[in-house]
T-cell receptor, first 112, second 112 residues
Framework: RKEVEQDPGPFNVPEGATVAFNCTYS??????FFWYRQDCRKEPKLLMS???SGNEDGRFTAQLNRASQYISLLIRDSKLSDSATYLC?????????????FGQGTTLQVKP | NAGVMQNPRHLVRRRGQEARLRCSPM?????VYWYRQLPEEGLKFMVY????????ESGMPKERFSAEFPKEGPSILRIQQVVRGDSAAYFC??????????FGSGTRLTVV
């Protein structure tokens, strides 16, 4: 079983739509969680950290459910520029090296 | 303050040759991580280094791959006797030891 699992998509949505991505992780000791964005196989860039209380950054909302080992990302009012691959990332709780464990990514295509 | 610098951006090698990928971390960052992204896959952790030390190499293939981060100069990921399956994007990330990671633009290795 992969340590971080995501639905690869693609998700094709019209502009203005709300879209949600989900992610599950297998290591219950994991401590830190993030969503990264990757455009056209360029370097991944941090979109937002994910906290147990849930957090919001503009049109983006991230949620963490530790009991279910489940992370979500909600994008409201989708823009064309949101088209990218969204990577669910966990810092492995089994080590103190801080290495990032990536899901395979979910591809979003926002259409006009 | 330059970000993480990786070079070359693109590297073409014939089967059996050696590939050397370089990564200069951000100023003030002493932790370096190497990741590999195969076509249509997510990023996979390879190795974590601090100056002159390999901290975690659990993601490195057992043969042909090595990494170093000398006291002076960039971190080097070395692949000996490359094969077609080594064709991938190799990303380097650096941090100051906390959870703030910065990725380089990557090196695209093509083995012909």
């Amino acid at each position: 079983r992969k340590e971080v699992e995501q639905d690869p998509g693609p998700f094709n949505v019209p502009e203005g739509a709300t879209v949600a991505f989900n992610c599950t992780y297998s290591n219950s000791a994991s401590q830190s969680f993030f969503w990264y964005r990757q455009d056209c196989r360029k370097e991944p860039k941090l979109l937002m950290s994910v906290y147990s209380s849930g957090n919001e950054d503009g049109r983006f909302t991230a949620q963490l459910n530790r009991a279910s080992q489940y992370i979500s990302l909600l994008i409201r009012d989708s823009k064309l520029s949101d088209s990218a691959t969204y990577l669910c990332v966990v810092i492995s709780g089994s080590s103190n090296t801080g290495k990032l464990i990536f899901g395979q990514g979910t591809t979003l295509q926002v259409k006009p | 303050n330059a970000g993480v610098m990786q070079n070359p951006r693109h590297l073409v090698r014939r089967r059996g040759q050696e590939a050397r990928l370089r990564c200069s971390p951000m100023k003030g960052h002493s932790h370096v991580y190497w990741y590999r992204q195969l076509p249509e896959e997510g990023l996979k952790f390879m190795v974590y280094l601090q100056k002159e030390n390999i901290i975690d190499e659990s993601g490195m293939p057992k043969e042909r791959f090595s990494a170093e981060f000398p006291k002076e100069g960039p971190s080097i990921l070395r692949i000996q006797q490359v094969v077609r399956g080594d064709s991938a994007a190799y990303f380097c990330a650096s941090s100051a030891g906390g959870a703030g990671y910065t990725f380089g633009s990557g090196t695209r290795l093509t083995v012909v």
